[in-house]
């Protein structure tokens, strides 16, 4: 019966000793990240706890603080683990401050534990803030009250009424121009115009049209003798600026006549054949012979060539512009 006794009473040393051990290793502390404040700053308090692993540890559910320091707010717990330890820890922070200047003294905050079913409390450390008034200088008696800074304008508020302006500017241009344009009778966008091409480019294609076709042969005598005289016409319109398409023969030949220099008398006389012929089978149903439609697209394209005016080759310019530098350098 001794003997029994004794082992109880050895075994519960034991757990006493082991609790005793474990009681020791648990340490709770508070800080704070600063013990002097402005009225209305605010402040971290830290609630940090270590602890072995096998124990349950259960923060303050609410701080026990005066009532004029306010809880803003508190994070989320955090457990780290103690380097060459066996222990944890946990850290949560809460954001406190105070409107009212004093020295406050914020008391011991407890924790909830649990070791192997045993529940009990560990109290942190109290800590203390002193909470500062803004200081008054008496000496310079009553001032008057500072207007609000005028904080300067930034490229991010400007940019809109930037924007705006050249919105504006933009709108009004398009107007006027649309305006400008309309009373020239013109369209408020114009495709730019093709180049029109030489009148003797255009005379001779057509020429060549008439000539693979030929239609002189297939009895379409009439037909081959208008097309061949329009073709020279159109030519004589936009290459010596005269009124072809509305005159008479005559009318042409004359312009010519009058008009001394513009064509040689070869080619005159090759042109008064083709438009006289022409009228003939047009007007008096005059019958052709073969050498006759040959000779008129024979002269037609006798006649185009030999009045065409030359557009200026690229190296002539070249050697003209040369020719212009070389003459002012020596000058």
Known sequence: MKFRIKIIISFLTVLLSVAVTQAQQIRATARLDSTNILIGDQIKLFLEIDYPKNVTVE?????????????????????????????????????????????????????????????????????????YSMEIDTTRGLTDIKMPYSAPLTLKEVTPYILGV???????????????????????????????????????????????????????????????????????????????MEQTTDEILDSFRYRKGLVSDKNYQNLSQILSVADLVKFAKYKTLPDDDNLTLVNSYFFVNETKKEEPKKAEIAEKSEENNSEENAK
């Open 59 to 131: 923060f303050p559910q609410d701080l026990t603080v005066d009532s004029l320091i306010e809880v803003l707010g508190k994070s989320k717990i955090d457990t780290v683990q103690i380097e060459n330890s066996e222990l944890e820890k946990q850290i949560r922070s809460y954001t406190i401050t105070s409107f009212d200047s004093g020295f406050y003294r914020i008391s011991p905050q407890w924790f909830k534990i649990n070791v192997n079913g045993t529940v009990d409390s560990v109290p942190a450390n109290g800590v203390s803030l002193h909470v």
């Open 166 to 244: 050249l919105l504006l500017g933009a709108i009004i241009f398009l107007l006027l121009y649309s305006i400008k344009r309309r009373k020239k009778n013109k369209p408020f966008f114009a495709l730019p115009v093709k180049p029109k091409e030489p009148p003797h480019v255009i005379a001779l294609r057509e020429l060549d049209r008439i000539k693979s076709e030929k239609i002189w042969q297939k009895e379409k005598t009439k037909q081959y003798y208008s097309e061949v005289t329009d073709v020279l016409r159109n030519y004589i319109e936009d290459r010596f600026e005269i009124r072809a």
